[in-house]
C-alpha cells in the first residue's frame, strides 16, 4: 500500500506532468488562445514529446533502467539531449520575443537543468524536487495561496523518492537547494 501511495505520489509529482501542465495555465491565462496554443505546441512538440519518446524508447531498448533515468551515467547521457532541445526552444522565445514571464521562466528553467547536468557528475540530484520547487517559486510569484500549496506538497514528494528508493537524503536535497537557487533568480530579475 505504501509504495502504491508513494508511486502515485512520485507520479503527480514528475516534471513530465508538472511542468507542461504549468506551461498550458500559464500561456492559456495570459496569451490570446491562438497565440497560447503555438507556444504550447512549440515547447510541448519541441522539448516533453521528444525527450517522451526518446526515454520511452530507451527504457524499452535498455538503454535506460527506468522513465526517472535513475542510474546517474544513464541520467548524464539523457541530460545532453535534453539540453539541447531547451535550449532550442529557449532561443526561439527570446527571438520572438514572448512575454517576459515565459522568456525568464525558460531561461532559469535552461539554466537549472545545464547546472543540473554538471551537478549530475558528482551528486544526482532529484529532478523531481529540483523542478517541482522551481515551479513552486514561480507559482508562488503569481499567486501566494496557490504556490504555497505547491510547496506544501515538496515534501511528500521527497518522501515518496526516497521510500522508493530512487534516491539519497543528499540527492533530494540538492535537488531542493537548485530548485530554490533558480527560483529566487527568477523572483530578483522579475
Not at 511542468?19 to 492559456?28: A, K
Not at 496554443?37 to 519541441?46: D, E, K, M, S, V
Not at 535506460?64 to 541530460?79: E, I, P
Not at 526552444?89 to 532559469?108: E, F, K, S
Request: aromatic fraction near 12%.
Amino acid at each position: 500500500m505504501k509504495t502504491k501511495f508513494a508511486t502515485f505520489v512520485s507520479t503527480l509529482g514528475h516534471p513530465f506532468l508538472t511542468l507542461p501542465v504549468f506551461i498550458i495555465f500559464l500561456l492559456f491565462s495570459t496569451e490570446p488562445v491562438a497565440k497560447a496554443g503555438l507556444l504550447t505546441l512549440l515547447i510541448i512538440g519541441g522539448i516533453f514529446i521528444p525527450v517522451g519518446l526518446r526515454t520511452l524508447l530507451g527504457v524499452r531498448k535498455g538503454k535506460y533502467t527506468n522513465l526517472d533515468v535513475s542510474d546517474q551515467a544513464q541520467r548524464q547521457q539523457w541530460f545532453i539531449v535534453t539540453t539541447l532541445l531547451l535550449l532550442v526552444v529557449t532561443a526561439i522565445v527570446w527571438i520572438t520575443d514572448q512575454n517576459r514571464t515565459l522568456r525568464l521562466g525558460m531561461i532559469c528553467a535552461f539554466s537549472l537543468l545545464l547546472v543540473s547536468q554538471l551537478v549530475n557528475t558528482r551528486v544526482k540530484a532529484s529532478m523531481h524536487l529540483a523542478f517541482h520547487t522551481f515551479l513552486g517559486l514561480l507559482i508562488l510569484h503569481m499567486n501566494a495561496v496557490a504556490g504555497a500549496i505547491f510547496l506544501l506538497f515538496a515534501p511528500l514528494l521527497a518522501w515518496s523518492r526516497l521510500y522508493l528508493k530512487r534516491h539519497v537524503l543528499e540527492e533530494v536535497l540538492v535537488g531542493v537547494v537548485l530548485g530554490g537557487l533558480f527560483g529566487l533568480i527568477f523572483w530578483i530579475i522579475y
